[in-house]
């Protein structure tokens, strides 16, 4: 139940209860949530290797009230799968039994301003924080993660993360494989040493962000699926500090993809097919994967195909010459680019079931684009800047508000200077269309693997590129914009956004 002191916690320290806003009033008046949870943060050990513990942070999930299949288990030390449903009314009470302070963030969910995640909301060790919201988004693959200012890149890598899957009724009506025949991958990087993880060794890491020599999906090393000769729904997401990686079958099939970050294709886009899928730090992809087009018995492995590295490494061997580099690599893990296994498949020797039609759900009007923003990206001296200016807690630009309701045509360019780098751009509290990507900019060998169709939360913008995406911000209130490789957010690679009218600060 809502008490004062969490009414005020949901509100930020010092505002009183004639502070609180009429939709909180609203949900305070109204009836029970459909369904109630509680995540706490804290320490554990798991054996994530044959005979020994590694040390995590992990979310421990319960549920309250409701639907007990609300919450599903993960078997590695990922945090519990909410599995919403869209116009459920949700409560989350999320307890932090951390050394240090935390708060969540559901990425790609739009919630109302309180139940955001904002850094400014984070919560003490023993403290706890109340989220309430109602299931707007539609049926799709969205997470969860910490958000505190600085901190971010460290919890997550030692285990602090989750899958949301939000399901309507309509999804069995366009015939898509339904949950018994879908697998969820969280593609994580970590360096490994003496089975613990290792988190950043040296100052390259905060440019680079954090890469590792070790894959794990689902919170564990070593991801073999059997699955039997029928169409699937693979739900991939990149949950690493900063890898980039290039999707693709190791036997050469092309990947069909259904949906991105923020729900399923529409019908006018069409399932988008690719040789390969580039998938930045956060970003989202599902695909109908038919594996009855194999043969009975086949093993085949999605993995991360080789690129030219994007990063800093190759520039600083240059500058310091291989050895120098190639050491650097070493300490460092691979770099990005590098090949690696991500899972294995094999297909069951079974009878093939045939494949349904799929009627992708019908095109939403795009809003109109009334208003015009811009913003240059630069990495500069080690820390990253948003039209040169880093993170504040509280400040907001005026080039940094958005009106409430209305299309604007928000332009990012990734040419301020500095290190020539790609940036996972990521803005809270809304779903964008990318409208245009300057054309030439992305390195040949990934161009082919970008969908920008669908609905996106979060973009890659590699050096010298303009992307331009459209947002119409539904919830009021004070939002962010920042880069979602883990150290350059953490390095203040981050800003405000203000949704609708609000005082500047
Ligand atoms: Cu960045």
């Known amino acids: 139940m809502w008490t004062r002191r969490n009414v005020l916690q949901s509100l930020g320290a010092g505002a009183g209860l004639v502070a609180v806003p009429a939709p909180i009033r609203r949900a305070l008046a109204a009836a029970e949530p459909d369904l109630v949870l509680r995540l706490t943060a804290q ?62 963030h559901w990425h790609g969910m739009i919630v109302p301003e309180t139940a955001d995640g904002h850094p400014r909301f984070a919560v003490g060790p023993g403290g706890e924080y ?7 988004n539609p049926a799709g693959t969205y997470l969860y993660h910490p958000h505190p200012h600085g901190r971010t890149g460290a919890q997550v890598y030692w285990g602090l993360a989750g899958l949301v899957i939000v399901r309507e009724a309509e999804e069995r009506a366009y015939g898509l494989p339904g949950p018994e025949h879908e697998l969820s991958l969280v593609i994580q990087d970590r360096r490994v040493d003496d089975d613990q993880f290792v988190l950043k060794r040296m100052m390259m890491d905060d440019m680079n962000g954090v890469l590792g020599d070790t894959v794990l999906v689902n919170g564990a090393p070593d991801a073999a699926f059997m699955v039997t000769p029928r169409p699937w729904r693979l739900r991939l997401a990149n ?5 980039i990686y290039k999707l693709a079958w190791s036997d050469g099939r092309p990947l069909r993809v259904i949906a991105t970050d923020n729900g399923l294709l529409s019908a006018g886009e069409g399932v988008q097919t690719r040789p390969y899928v580039v998938l930045g730090p956060f970003e989202r992809v599902e695909l109908l994967e038919d594996f009855g087009e194999r043969r009975p018995g086949a093993e085949i ?18 500058m310091m010459g291989r050895g120098m580099g190639g050491m650097m690599s070493g300490m460092m893990g691979p770099a990005q680019g590098k090949e690696m296994t991500l899972a294995r498949f094999t297909v069951a020797a079974a009878a093939r079931t045939p494949r349904e039609t799929l009627r992708l759900p019908p095109s939403e009007a795009p809003p109109q684009g009334r208003h015009e923003l811009y913003t240059r990206l630069a990495f500069r001296h080690m820390q990253g800047f948003l039209n040169g200016r880093r993170f504040e807690m509280e400040a907001v630009a005026d080039d940094e508000r958005l009106p409430l309701g209305e299309g604007t045509v928000w332009t990012f360019a990734n040419d301020g200077g500095g290190m020539a780098m790609p940036h996972p751009m990521h803005i809270h509290g809304v779903r964008f269309r990318i409208l245009e990507r300057s054309r030439g900019d992305a390195p040949a060998d990934l161009r082919e693997g970008l969908v920008d ?27 962010m914009y920042h880069c979602h490789n883990l150290e350059h957010e953490d390095g203040g690679m981050m800003r405000n956004c203000r949704f609708g009218t609000g005082p500047s600060a």
């Open 43 to 104: 320490r554990a050990e798991l054996p994530l290797w044959p005979g020994a513990k590694t040390a995590v942070l992990r979310y421990f999930g319960q549920v309250l009230h409701g639907r007990a299949d609300g919450l599903k288990p993960s078997p590695g030390y990922l945090g519990p799968t909410l599995e919403l449903r869209r116009g459920e009314r949700v409560r989350i009470e999320f307890r932090n039994r951390l050394a240090e302070p935390s708060i969540i």
């Open 453 to 479: 169709a669908g609905f996106k939360d979060t973009f890659l913008i590699f050096p010298g590129e303009r992307v331009r995406v459209l947002v119409a911000p539904t919830e009021p209130g004070l939002f």
């Open 130 to 136: 109340v989220y309430e919201f109602t299931v707007r």
């Open 239 to 243: 949950v690493s500090n900063a890898r």
């Open 301 to 318: 492995t999605l993995l991360s195909g080789e690129f030219a590295d994007v990063g800093m490494m190759d520039m600083m061997g240059g």
